[in-house]
């Protein structure tokens, strides 16, 4: 091995676990891509472009634990952006590493292309740094000792990284003594003040023995610290029943006893989520449940302070005491040991949507999502893009050993195709299934051509409605700027060099459960065409409208 500055970075991120880059090869990256290419511990993922990679990326770190995303400088990077703060939202640790033009460049303040054309290199810098939660500029004497601290800081937080190494510095030999590190998800995470912990575990065990109607509502940090063993423990001991958000799905198996559904407010599957949650005298976040629009239902569902606990990510908060120094799984743990059993529970697990419609009826969502339900197994992997398609897969009561990936808070849309690459690759054994609307499809589908290129074999299931569905459900329909271009999606994976693929258009309800039957045998990639009347995406009421966006003058009684 050699050992260069860009060797040593990128095998201290494959000390990790880390087996793929995502990135677009760059000349200022150059020393990155080589690296990459002849490190003996990555494989390249070479995507459609910046964007793609750092969505790829996302999915990766979610499945994985931790991705590695390169660019080159500027033009890059930049591209990058849109992915890796959707990543900060949603605390994926991702190491963007970006390649930037020399020193000797950068001191002469020679005019390079990538650039303003000002000579000034240090305009990027600070918006890439901006969208991580740590960051850093690598020198051959200080990448040891930074390399050290921009990983346990991107754990601690859970958030992404940045890394900028000039061109020259990238080849120079590296000075210090090399670091071998851990591999997830046994990298330091942060340390607890023990005092704080068992104060906090006192004040929390003291509420739960005075509730007479708790619940339990975990969070997606759980999974994000790796603490998915304690919350089972914790759940076993107490008897709690829990619901789980649509940010939080797939955090824990779904057919587990205690498991009461989807908590969306007003929105809640089944609708008596709702009622329970509001009714309860104590609601346990164990991980900070955001309480974002989409997320609980237009802000329906948001738990009033007196009547909830916080175990955030390094903090919990017990009415009006806050405890610091509290590290989520140091007190998952505690009160996995020590925490009362709950009493008066009443567990009413979700059931399956019933079958709607007839063999020879055309194809609608209601009779789609209820037989997308039955064809998930054990061991599927759902991602679902955000849109129309959002709402109906969170409501899914999900088969045992299901995983979920959506992105409800950052909704970026195109956002879940190039994830589906990503979970793909950092999960080979499990089957990934994608579920996209044609609109966010359009934005990204050229990363279909990526998948077939490295031989991943998703299921990619596109509603084809002709037009931006949610933008009709949230405005009013016929506008001209909310229709799409008429692709004919099936032909998209031959088109890309996807060999041996399993495509088709579906029309019928019959046809849709064949097709499901020959995607779920077919041993390569399938690409199910759904074709869903536009008709269905109809404007919701103008009051409910207004309470999502806000934007008229009240009107005061």
């Known amino acids: 091995m050699k050992n260069t500055v860009i060797d040593y970075i990128i095998n201290r991120l494959a000390d990790l676990g880390i087996e793929h880059a995502f990135g677009v090869p760059g000349d200022y990256s150059f020393p990155v891509d080589d690296a990459i290419e002849f490190s003996g511990r990555m494989k390249w993922v070479v995507c459609a472009n910046e964007l793609n990679a750092s969505y790829a990326a996302d999915g990766y770190a979610r499945r994985r634990g931790a991705a590695l995303l390169t660019t080159t400088y500027g033009v890059g990077e930049l591209s990058a952006i849109n992915g890796v703060m959707g990543a900060k939202a949603h605390r994926v640790p991702i190491f963007h590493v970006a390649g930037a033009p020399s020193t000797r460049i950068q001191k002469q303040r020679l005019v390079s292309h990538h650039t303003l054309g000002d000579g000034d290199y240090g305009n990027f810098f600070n918006i890439s740094a901006a969208c991580c939660g740590v960051s850093a500029k690598i020198t051959p004497d200080n990448v040891v000792m930074e390399m050290e601290r921009v ?58 023995k005075k509730a007479r109607r708790p619940i339990a509502m975990p969070s997606f940090q759980i999974k994000r610290y790796h603490a998915q063993t304690a919350l089972l423990a914790f759940l076993k001991r107490t008897g709690l029943p829990f619901t789980l958000t649509a940010m939080d799905k797939g955090l824990i198996d779904e057919t587990h006893p205690q498991y009461l559904g989807l908590f969306a407010g007003d929105a809640s599957t089944p609708t008596s989520i709702g009622r329970t949650v509001a009714s309860s005298d ?73 079958l709607v419609g007839k063999t020879e009826d055309h194809l609608s969502s209601a009779a789609f999502y209820p037989r997308l339900q039955r064809f998930l197994q054990e061991g599927d992997n759902l991602i679902t893009e955000g849109g129309s398609c959002m709402f109906p897969c969170a409501s899914l009561a999900l088969p045992k050993g299901v995983s979920y990936e959506g992105q409800i808070l950052w909704a970026s849309i195109g956002w879940a195709t190039p994830v589906t690459l990503g979970a793909a690759l950092a999960e080979p054994r499990r089957r990934t299934i994608l579920v996209s609307g044609d609109g966010a499809h359009q934005l990204t589908a050229n ?95 103008r009051a409910a409208i207004e309470t999502i966006y806000k934007s008229h003058t009240p009107k005061v009684r």
């Open 282 to 354: 104590l609601v346990l976040c164990l991980g900070e449940v955001i309480e974002e629009d989409f997320n609980i239902g237009s802000w329906s569902g948001i738990v009033a302070p007196e009547r909830k606990i916080i175990i955030a990510s390094d903090f919990v908060q017990v009415g009006d005491a806050v405890f610091t120094s509290c590290m989520l799984p140091d007190v998952l743990q505690e009160l996995a040991r020590s925490a009362p059993r709950a009493k008066n529970v009443r567990l009413c697990p979700p059931k399956k949507m019933p």
């Open 151 to 208: 990983i346990s800081e991107a754990f601690r937080l859970s958030q992404p990284a940045f890394i900028q190494i000039p061109e020259d510095f990238a080849r120079m030999p590296v000075q210090g003594t090399p670091v071998k590190g851990r591999r997830l998800p046994h990298v330091f995470r942060g340390k607890s003040n023990p005092s704080e912990v068992k104060a906090a575990v006192r004040a929390i065990v003291d509420r739960l």
């Open 447 to 541: 990363e279909i051509g990526v998948m077939g290129r490295y031989g991943i074999n998703p299921i990619i299931i596109v509603l084809n409605n002709g037009i931006y569905g949610v933008e009709d459900v949230l405005s009013e329909r016929g506008h001209v700027y909310d229709n799409l271009a008429g692709w004919n999606y099936h032909t998209l994976p031959a088109a890309m060099g996807c060999r041996d693929w399993f495509c088709t258009r579906v029309e019928t309800v019959g046809e849709l459960e064949a097709a499901l039957v020959k995607a779920r045998r077919h041993k390569s990639g399938s690409y199910l065409e759904l074709m869903i009347p536009e008709t269905e995406s109809q404007p919701l009421p």
